[in-house]
């Protein structure tokens, strides 16, 4: 039964692969790639965002300078438009991953999701 799942999961990947939401991100990623200020940028604030969780993940506390520089960080670089529709269409992914999360989890929601009704 479970090989039915995974089947259906490779299916899913490559109309994944087809989705406009996917494309749009992959052209907007490759024109970031093109930009060196708009990526630099992203290497910037994805460096940050990792040191960051690391020391969240360590149980350490983050300053709040850390905080501020991430912030100015993010205000400067969604001033320049190739890393601005990167974000959106990364947005727009992350939307379309979260609705898809409902439909696969659904029967969970239902059988978890009222305690104590039948």
Request: charged share 20%; net charge negative.
């Amino acid at each position: 039964m479970s090989g039915n799942l995974f089947e259906a999961a490779l299916y899913f990947e490559q109309v994944f692969r087809e989705s406009n939401e996917y494309k749009n991100l992959q052209r907007r990623y490759q024109a970031l790639n093109q930009d060196p200020q708009a990526k630099q940028l992203y290497l910037q604030i994805n460096q940050l965002h990792s040191q960051l969780h690391q020391k969240q993940m360590m149980g350490q506390e983050i300053q709040q300078q850390e905080i501020a520089a991430l912030q100015n960080m993010e205000t400067t670089a969604q001033q320049n438009q190739t890393f601005k529709h990167l974000m959106e269409a990364d947005h727009q992914v992350n939307m379309l991953m979260v609705e898809l999360n409902k439909i696969i989890t659904k029967p969970l929601e239902e059988l978890y999701g009222h305690p104590g009704e039948k």
